[in-house]
Each structure stands twice: as C-alpha cells, then as structure tokens.
C-alpha cells in the first residue's frame, strides 16, 4: 500500500509574504554575517577560511543550516519522492499552476518542518535518507557552515584580525562564472486548442492552454533579463530553481535535454 503524501499549496504571493514574515523574525535573533554569504562555498575542497581548515562540526548538536535557509527547493528528480512537502502556484493563472516545490517551514520559527529535536543542541533529520539534492550538497565544515554557526552563536565571532585575513583569501578567489542568480515563471499567452475527443471518437473539443515563459537574471544584475524558455503548462513542468547557478548556455541546453527526453 503506497504511502500518503502531504501536499500543502501556496499562491506565490501568499508563500513569499509568509517567506518575508519568517526572515525579518529569523534576523532579529542572530548575529549579521561577517562575510557576504554569496561569496562562501558550501563545499569543504572550495573553501579558503582559516575555520574550514580545523576539525569538521557535528552536524547532530548544530542544525543552523536547516533554520537559516527558509526557501529549500525540490527537484522534480529527487528520488525518494518526500511524503510532505509545499507546492508554490503561480500567481494570476485561471489554473493551479505548480512553478516551485519547497521543503515544509514550521511556520512559528521558520525551521525545516523535517528538523526535530532542539536547534544547536541535539538534532535529527526525519527525511535524512531522503532529503533533497539540495541539503545533500552542503558540506559540514565548508566555508559557510562555519558562518551560519557564527552567526547563531554556535562559534565565537571572528576577530579582526582573523577576518581580514579571511576576506584576503576570499578577494583572490575569481569571481563565479556569469550564473543565473534569480528566475520567473510567467504566463506568457493563453489560448485555445482544438483536438480529437477520446470519448467520442470523430468529435472535436477544444480546450485552454496556458504558455509560460521562463525569465532569468544573470549575476544579480537587474537591469537585463534573459528569456530562456517558452512552454505549455499541460506539458511541461519547470521550477523556477531550476536553472539556479547555471550559466545561459548551460540552462538551454539543460531545458534542451530534458525537453527531448520526455
């Protein structure tokens, strides 16, 4: 017998007002970074701070990773599929249009709903198995683990000195490769289509199709905006993380794959 799944659905609006409500609490009770998140690595073998360099912290008495980070997202491919998690809608369709799926937020104190136990104490991960690509990726001990254990008071801040030497280390990195840093799904047409009843073999029906558009900003600059991908919503699914940290070239030919594959 299969097992349930919890779905809960939110309008884009609504998740990203509930979204804004849980960082402004989340901020009032940790530290401010030291360094610009963007430029951490979540990779051990990427990270040049002295701190990444020491021992590795016990993920079972930390768990800040799955406080700090509010917007978790889940690939279509994740394998297990979870048994809960948030589907975001999109806004102004006639139509429940998924364009983003998201770890569940306990909605008091804005952690992983699948977080149990007592934050920087004695933690454990109810889908640990199965999480997400996502939090599979990021390594305890890189360079931003340590900062987000900072910041919530798991590790002494650090000195001047410290990180000034730090920051040196991290200017000499080259900046990332143009990436996609933000992108939108939008409707772009809606329309009617005509085809062949299955019931009623002969007879014509038609019926509303929705075409979407995938818009992108590269590096953070939002001056430009790149159209990647124009699609219709009855046969294609995309999240908007989709294409996070890829540059241009390697978001079409990743649509490109997919596309063909299905």
């Known amino acids: 017998m299969s097992e349930l799944v919890q779905i809960t659905r939110y309008s884009k609006s609504d998740y990203y007002e509930l979204i804004g409500d849980l960082d402004r609490r989340k901020k009032a009770t940790i530290f401010e970074p030291q360094f610009p998140l963007e430029r951490l690595s979540k990779f051990v073998a990427d990270s040049v701070t002295a701190s990444a360099k020491g021992p590795t912290p016990e993920c079972v008495t930390c768990g800040v990773c799955c406080a700090f980070a509010l917007i978790v997202p889940v690939r279509l491919d994740d394998t297990p599929p979870l048994k809960a998690y948030w589907d975001i809608t999109l806004d102004g369709a006639d139509e429940d249009i998924v364009i983003e799926r998201v770890l569940p937020r306990d909605v008091e104190t804005g952690y992983c709903s699948h ?9 454990g991960c109810r889908i640990y198995p199965e999480r997400p690509f996502l939090c599979h990726e990021f390594e305890a001990g890189s360079d931003r683990c340590h900062e987000y254990r ?24 080259d900046a990332e490769k143009s990436v996609i840093t933000f992108a939108a799904i939008a ?7 005509a085809s062949y009843s299955i019931e009623e073999p002969g007879r014509m029906v038609s019926a509303k199709v929705t075409y979407l558009r995938i818009v992108a900003i590269v590096d953070d600059d939002l001056e ?15 999240f908007e993380s989709d294409l996070i940290g890829m ?4 978001a079409r030919q990743f649509i490109e794959t997919r596309v063909n594959r299905c």
């Open 224 to 238: 430009k905006e790149y159209e990647v991908h124009s699609y219709d919503a009855s046969e294609e699914t995309w």
């Open 187 to 193: 409707v772009d047409s809606v329309s009617w289509k």
């Open 150 to 173: 900072r910041m919530y008071g798991v590790e002494a801040r650090l000195t001047e000195q410290e990180l000034a030497s730090d920051l040196a280390n991290l200017l000499n990195i």
């Open 247 to 250: 540059t241009l070239p390697e």
């Open 115 to 123: 977080l149990e136990g007592e934050l920087t104490r004695s933690i």
